[in-house]
T-cell receptor, first 114, second 116 residues
């Protein structure tokens, strides 16, 4: 059974700093890994998806990496802004067709201090 | 539509009542998922459809939970005889599986269910 862990559970950093959020998973037989953002009382917004054969994906100030062999992914946020404050969730996708469910971590609650 | 929509956004039920939660996926999306998110936790998988076929219902917590997608588009999650432990946010997601999208899932805003 896939298990996903996110460390730290909460993080506060001053505005402008670069930061890294960590995600680990126990079963390397994944088809993809997605990073999401969740604002209080809202649904999930997809940030980045890394397909299993890829090593990283970039979108603006965000960069996500994937190391399947070690069961780890990181989300790098450059030049953090107060608007980046939210909970960030990583989710490991199933092995493929017919098994597409996501297994989520419990999230990292990020606070950017102006 | 432009995104996944869910209704109602909020639902308060008395213990023992039945509730029905609706999900409208992105037009053309073949796969549809239901997740349950308790306060302070990550979402947990409930069930999954490809078109009208329910391929996996291993996450449904009890036989009080039932989901359907009869025409392969809109889906309904029904909870019978609600209990307080059913209080959570119920999230719906859809995707178009394949080599272009890599099964990327898009989520709706959720339905917050409170059972009194």
């Amino acid at each position: 059974k896939q298990e996903v862990t996110q460390i730290p559970a909460a993080l506060s950093v001053p505005e402008g700093e670069n930061l890294v959020l960590n995600c680990s998973f126990t079963d390397s037989a994944i088809y993809n890994l997605q990073w999401f953002r969740q604002d209080p009382g809202k649904g999930l917004t997809s940030l980045l998806l890394i397909q299993s054969s890829q090593r990283e994906q970039t979108s603006g100030r965000l960069n996500a990496s994937l190391d399947k062999s070690s069961g780890r992914s990181t989300l790098y946020i450059a030049a953090s802004q107060p608007g980046d404050s939210a909970t960030y969730l990583c989710a490991a996708g199933g092995s493929g067709f017919g098994n597409e469910k996501l297994t989520f971590g419990t999230g990292t609650r990020l606070t950017i201090i102006p | 539509g432009a995104g996944v929509s869910q209704s109602p956004r909020y639902k308060v039920a008395k213990r023992g009542q039945d509730v029905a939660l609706r999900c409208d996926p992105i037009s053309g999306h073949v796969s549809l998922f239901w997740y349950q998110q308790a306060l302070g936790q990550g979402p947990e998988f409930l069930t999954y459809f490809q078109n009208e076929a329910q391929l996996d219902k291993s996450g449904l917590p009890s036989d009080r939970f039932f989901a359907e997608r009869p025409e392969g588009s809109v889906s309904t999650l029904k909870i019978q005889r609600t209990q307080q432990e059913d209080s959570a946010v119920y999230l719906c997601a859809s995707s178009f599986p394949g080599l272009v999208s890599y099964n990327e899932q898009f989520f709706g805003p959720g339905t917050r269910l409170t059972v009194l």
